[in-house]
């Protein structure tokens, strides 16, 4: 009878520590993730879905959220690289945040998903793999501490790029002005119509001294000179051909801010500035993204800019109640930059890289799990439609409403009853008829002149964002930026960068 006691309960003993191995070894991970540009302001039930659905599917994942806002996202996120923080797992990144695609990858902060030592990508996203398009995946391949590959995950979305107006035309109209009578697809030359002018005149007259009718973001404005960027850090650029971008075919790279171009255009936005027709708060590098982001939503403004999407016009005049439009300027253009434009990176001091990879797989995969994340709740946050698409509930989206173009892959998303069921075959198509760059596929390496690109970031921070958003006299303030630019080695980057460009037009 003792030896079956003893027999008993050894089997009881090793029962129990074979369960608590299971259990332990089920045990499901927490990744939290890091977004861009987002608006929540409640999002328990959202998340309580969203796991939910991550069980359902067996990811063994538990997500957890941290919402950046347009004001807060770049410090947020270069914080938890630069401190070496674990808890943050995956994180938004882009080709221009501060948490830059290129630069962050090359200095050992995000991990290589198809290092062949340990390829992420091979073992738990196969099927996020075949739902982006290789020519994002491509766009993505850039050199880092392990070698050339891939070291983000690119946001399914827009990819041809798009520079535009963002019109009120209702304000418009009740200006008694029509939007046909402003010619807006002018680029740079455009401040200088009496059109543009006269409209910008008539709103401030009319609303009143704390009306501010030019809402926009600082860079993206400078950029409708007609002007590409060629770098991370915004000081180098090449013309292109505002009807065939693709011309020319072998450009050369010349420093933005020397050219009399640059200057007249900031001489035309201090003079607007002067006028009040922008908010003193555009100054501000951490106000400026809230306000504006505050502005639009409230149709508080009377022309903005814009890097357009593919039906923007129907979505953000429902969301603000008003009749938005986005008169275009010049053609969508393709380029490493627009590519790189959204995607999302495991960061390299997450103890959770597997778990990550699963999740993004998940995400970028499951419609129903992608619905959550960036709509909300049926029932709650919108309602269905026969025809496929979605009805927002205005009083409750406003609590819940992610930027939904730096969620993943928006593609397997239902379209909205504002765009109709074909929005996004159409958007697809709209993509696929973008004109590449000849720069595309090139990305700066600024290792052979980093001290010198350290040094003029630092000079860009100090000026840029006063001078592009008219708040400086560019009198005063252009002459002493050029200077230390020149001082701080700019034009040994110029230089370098187009040694660099001369390789690869000559390995192509």
């Known amino acids: 009878m003792k030896r079956l006691l003893a027999t008993a309960l050894s089997l009881v003993l090793a029962l129990g520590l074979f369960a608590g191995c299971r259990s332990g070894a089920s045990k499901d991970v927490t990744v939290t993730v890091l977004f861009h540009g ?6 328990k039930a959202v998340v309580d879905a969203a796991n939910a659905r991550l069980k359902e599917l067996g990811t063994g994942v538990i997500f957890k959220p941290i919402w950046g806002t347009w004001g807060d996202f770049d410090t947020k996120a270069t914080t938890a690289l630069d401190t070496s923080d674990s808890t943050v797992d995956v994180m938004f990144t882009c080709s221009w945040s501060s948490n830059n695609y290129v630069a ?13 030592e340990n390829n992420l990508l091979e073992k738990y996203g196969t099927g996020m793999k075949a739902a982006v398009p290789q020519s994002l995946w491509d766009g993505f391949s850039t050199s880092g501490t392990k070698g050339v590959g891939i070291y983000g995950v690119p946001g399914y979305k827009d990819y041809s790029q798009v520079y535009a107006w963002d019109v009120n035309n209702t304000r418009l109209a009740e200006l008694g002005i029509e939007f046909e009578s402003i010619n ?25 001294p704390s009306f501010y009718p030019l809402i926009f973001e600082a ?56 006028a009040g027709y922008i908010d003193a708060a555009m100054s501000n590098s951490q106000q400026a993204g809230d306000a504006r982001t505050a502005a639009l939503q409230a149709g508080n403004y009377l022309i903005g800019s814009q890097t357009y999407s593919y039906g923007y016009d129907l979505q953000a005049s429902a969301e603000r109640g008003i009749d938005a439009r986005f008169p275009q300027i010049g053609k969508g253009i393709v380029s490493t930059g627009s590519v790189q434009g959204a995607g999302y990176a495991i960061s390299s001091f997450s103890k959770n890289p597997d778990a990550a990879m699963k999740f993004l797989n998940a995400w970028y995969t499951d419609q129903t799990l992608a619905t959550i994340m960036a709509y909300g709740l049926e029932g709650t946050h919108y309602t269905k439609n026969a025809d496929g698409t979605v009805t927002f509930i205005k009083e409750q989206r406003e609590n819940y409403a992610p ?28 993509n696929e008829a973008g004109v590449a760059t000849a720069l595309v596929g090139f990305t700066f390496d600024p290792e052979p002149v980093r001290n010198q690109v350290a040094a003029l970031a630092s000079v860009r921070d100090e000026y ?40 690869f037009f000559a390995s192509k």
């Open 464 to 503: 840029l964002f006063s001078l592009n958003t008219g708040t400086v006299d560019p009198a005063v303030a252009l002459p002493e930026f050029r200077a230390k630019l020149a001082a701080n080695g700019l034009n040994e980057v110029v230089a370098e960068t187009n040694r660099q460009l001369e390789a």
């Open 38 to 43: 987002s608006s929540v302001a409640e999002d």
């Open 104 to 116: 962050y990858s090359k200095s050992g902060h995000y991990v290589r998903l198809d290092d062949p």
């Open 403 to 430: 930027w939904r173009n730096g969620m993943g892959n928006i593609f397997i998303l239902p379209p909205e009853d504002v765009t109709g069921p074909a929005y996004f075959e159409e958007f697809k198509a709209y």
């Open 219 to 274: 860079e993206p404005l400078a950029r409708h000179i007609n002007t590409f960027d060629a770098d991370s850090i915004g000081l180098l650029y090449y013309d292109y051909d505002a009807d065939d971008p693709s011309k020319p075919e072998k450009p050369t790279i010349v420093a933005r801010y020397d050219t009399p171009e640059y200057e007249r255009y900031l001489n035309k936005i201090y003079e607007f500035y002067q």
């Open 184 to 208: 807006w697809d002018l680029g740079g030359e455009v401040f200088y119509t009496p059109e543009f002018e006269n409209a910008l005149k008539a709103a401030k007259d009319k609303y009143g």
